[in-house]
């Protein structure tokens, strides 16, 4: 139930401009390289789907994901003047996180 709290508090309307490059897969047609910066594949779509399946097994794994998804957004994005936003985005959001998993 914490866990879907955190995700539903962090998909809450009022972080939509950050939180929007988050919710699905990256596009890997649109950015071939990514795979390549980030091997570990992670969005929070795909983390509400392993939450409702029961695919976590402890709170930490869904936290380890949750951070994941953030730490691949600045890893990938930082570097580039076009999509550094999103890498803002990414340190915006983590934050967000942090602050209400530690609740």
């Known amino acids: 139930a914490a866990c879907k709290g955190v995700l539903t508090k ?6 939509e401009a950050n939180i929007c490059f988050f919710l699905g897969p990256v596009d890997l047609a649109a950015f071939p390289d990514y795979t ?5 594949l992670m969005d ?4 509400a789907l392993k939450l409702d399946a029961g695919d976590y097994k402890t709170k930490t794994e869904f936290a380890q994901d949750f951070r994941l998804v953030f730490e691949n957004g600045v890893a990938y994005n930082k570097g580039s ?4 936003f999103v890498a ?11 602050r209400a998993w530690a609740k």
Do not use: N, W, Y
Request: hydrophobic content about 35%.
């Open 36 to 40: 390549i910066v980030c091997p570990k």
């Open 88 to 98: 803002t985005a990414a340190q915006k959001m983590s934050k967000l996180f942090e």
């Open 44 to 47: 929070l779509g795909t983390m």
């Open 10 to 15: 962090l998909q809450d309307p009022k972080h």
């Open 81 to 84: 003047k076009e999509r550094k």
